[in-house]
């Protein structure tokens, strides 16, 4: 098999083995496109999320917490805890492992999250580190997301730069090569992507003034994102290449190692999709969060245009970033 997400017919088998309605308390179980289950627990909801950190060597202490918070962002929620799984293989120190508990506190820390357990393991099942992290959030029942509200015509808004995350990596895990195409001066704007990686306050501003459907941007870039969209509403879209915002170092970075920006690794932006987009996007910049209108949602279910033209984007296409590892 290759590397990253398993293709969507593989993954759909997969979820059909773990699918149940034994317990009608369960609002949202698994489900390709939905980032979150929810449990009902009276006038709140418990919001339940995990992801691992395998595709980054730098800072994935920060980065584990984040992507996980944003999860929970994405139906609205407020992030509450963390628990953490860290297997390391025999040659990490425990400094190594020190750095990562600290880089979490840290900036879990920063979102008023508390990491409330988990297991640490040194395993020979491993060859590099892997970190998982179970994320827990809470929303008042009555706050949450109309996602199936969604209609022909709503607008698709996407929250700061694409590729952060992915831009990140770059610079880091491949620091000698990407020395030869940007400055110093762009590699450090680059070095403070991890900064801006959080979607937390996007989704918080966002679900108050009108957004219907919430998807965070990570692994397969904004058209894997757009794909596992429309699968789960069974509406198509329509998105303009020249409206995604890029940055231009992110550009010269995908131009270098030959990689397609629109399928890079994109945590930190929020994908919005909302009746009124312009409500949003004044909202958002009211907090100083950069936002783009990028294209529409349309009611040919599944059907997707990209630049004009009727396009076969498929799902289970690879994160660009896998090339390189």
């Not at 990562?100 to 020979?124: D, F, P, R, Y």
């Not at 990689?259 to 009746?275: C, N, T, Y």
Request: glycine share 8%.
């Amino acid at each position: 098999m290759q590397k990253g997400k398993i293709n969507k017919e593989d993954l759909g088998k997969i979820i059909e083995y773990i699918k149940s309605d034994v317990r009608k308390d369960i609002i949202q179980g698994a489900e390709i496109g939905v980032d979150c289950a929810m449990i009902d627990f009276g006038d709140e909801v418990c919001v339940l999320s995990c992801d691992p950190i395998t595709a980054a060597c730098e800072n994935i202490g920060k980065l584990a917490v984040h992507i996980n918070c944003n999860d929970i962002a994405t139906e609205g929620a407020e992030p509450v805890a963390l628990m953490a799984i860290l297997l390391v293989p025999l040659y990490v120190k425990i400094e190594t492992i020190e750095l990562i508990m600290k880089e979490m506190k840290e900036e879990a820390e920063k979102l008023n999250v508390q990491i409330i357990g988990g297991h640490t393991e040194v395993t020979s099942s491993v060859n590099s580190i892997v970190l998982s992290v179970f994320s827990i959030g809470k929303i008042k029942k009555d706050n949450l997301l109309k996602k199936y509200d969604v209609r022909d015509g709503f607008d698709i808004i996407v929250t700061k730069k694409l590729c952060i995350e992915g831009s990140y990596i770059l610079v880091n895990d491949f620091k000698e090569k990407s020395e030869k195409v940007l400055s110093k001066m762009e590699l450090d704007d680059v070095n403070e992507y991890i900064n801006f990686i959080s979607v937390v306050k996007d989704g918080m501003i966002a679900k108050k003034n009108g957004a219907c459907y919430m998807h965070d941007i990570t692994e397969g870039g904004v058209l894997g994102a757009l794909c596992e969209m429309a699968f789960v509403l069974n509406l198509g879209f329509e998105v303009w290449e020249d409206k995604m915002p890029i940055s231009n170092e992110t550009k010269k970075l995908c131009e270098f190692f030959k990689l397609d920006p629109l399928r890079l690794i994109s945590s930190g932006s929020m994908l919005i999709v909302a009746k009124d987009g312009d409500n949003i996007k004044r909202a958002l910049n009211e907090k100083n969060i950069e936002s783009t209108i990028v294209g529409k949602v349309r009611k040919e279910g599944q059907c997707m245009w990209l630049n004009g033209l009727k396009n076969t984007v498929l799902y289970n296409e690879k994160d660009e970033i896998y090339k390189l590892f």
